[in-house]
């Protein structure tokens, strides 16, 4: 049975990944919005320690950033978590209860959609706050050629990725007993190549709109 010092090391490494992550590995997609994978980090720790580690990873994250590499203050913190949150927790929630290969892509399929709409309505809420002259009336037509591609793109790469990386990390943290094998499965799922090839195809599609973008 995991302990929890085991628990504890392992969402400190996985928060310190993401923030890695956060901070060098932000490439420009639309006007002002870049994508970082950070959300895959922490969507595979709720996958495996459960949607409130995700949480809690999101917000240690977001958090660093706010007083680190971010220039976007208190603002760009809450939004963090939000999208975060919205889509790292969405699918944790429903890969807890379903723990199997279809109950990961439900999972992913949910979250995906999820944050992007949870999304688009919070930009439409923040962005007259946070940009000086930017108005409702002037807001919309950035959330349908900005925001909503920006979002369509990011969550379909979070998704893809998380697909086709938790299994091997998951592999990885029990061969380095910090996770019991099979702890909370009935036996060890296989690897389907034909689904991570799907998955792949998804992030392909996304990382050529962004080059496209």
Do not use: H
Not at 33 to 45: E, G, Q
Not at 168 to 188: G, T
Request: charged share 10%; glycine share 4%.
């Amino acid at each position: 049975m995991q302990t929890r010092t085991n628990k504890m090391v392992a969402l400190a490494m996985f928060s310190a990944i993401a923030f890695i992550m956060a901070a060098f590995l932000r490439v420009p997609v639309v006007l002002f919005l870049r994508y970082d994978p950070k959300d895959v980090v922490m969507t595979i720790a709720g996958f495996i320690y459960g949607p409130m580690a995700a949480f809690a990873v999101a917000f240690v994250v977001s958090t660093i950033q706010m007083f680190t590499v971010s220039q976007t203050g208190v603002w760009g913190w809450v939004m963090n978590i939000i999208g975060s949150a919205a889509f790292c927790c969405t699918a944790a929630y429903i890969y807890k209860k379903n723990r199997t290969m279809m109950g990961a892509v439900i999972g992913l399929a949910a979250a995906f959609v999820v944050a992007t709409v949870i999304m688009m309505l919070w930009n439409y809420f923040i962005l007259p706050i946070y940009m000086p002259g930017v108005t409702r009336e002037t807001v919309m037509p950035i959330l349908f050629t900005a925001i909503l591609p920006f979002n369509l793109i990011s969550n379909g790469l979070n998704a893809a990725f998380t697909f086709i990386l938790y299994k091997y990390v998951r592999k990885a943290l029990q061969a380095a007993n910090f996770l019991p094998k099979y702890s909370d499965e009935a036996k060890p799922a296989k690897i389907n190549i034909g689904l991570i090839m799907v998955a792949a195809f998804i992030a392909l599609t996304c990382i050529l709109w962004i080059i496209v973008l």
